[in-house]
């Protein structure tokens, strides 16, 4: 990965990537507008969802996050960004 494409990069373009998901698959969107961009390391991108459990009540939809969800917000970061790039949760 190119040094001029790091976290600050993919935070300013965040809106731009759930609005690409919002496009294909509202519940997509749904799972991950609340994720919390952790880090990128190489072509890793991790992600948590800790601002999710200030809530009271079960806010994380860990459990509803499947594979193909995944990979719709996958494809939305290839399209806005250019970058493919694995998501991790932890």
Known sequence: ???EFSIETLKSSWNQILDAVLEVDRV???L????????LEGNIL??????????SGDH???SARKPEQT??????????????????ES
């Open 1 to 3: 990965m190119d040094s």
């Open 46 to 55: 991790e992600v948590n969802f800790a601002d999710s459990e200030k809530f």
């Open 28 to 30: 997509a969107w749904l």
């Open 71 to 88: 990979a719709k917000l996958i494809s939305a970061i290839l399209k806005v960004t250019g970058k493919e790039l694995e998501v991790i």
């Open 32 to 39: 991950w507008f609340d994720a919390r961009l952790v880090k």
């Open 60 to 62: 994380n939809f860990k």
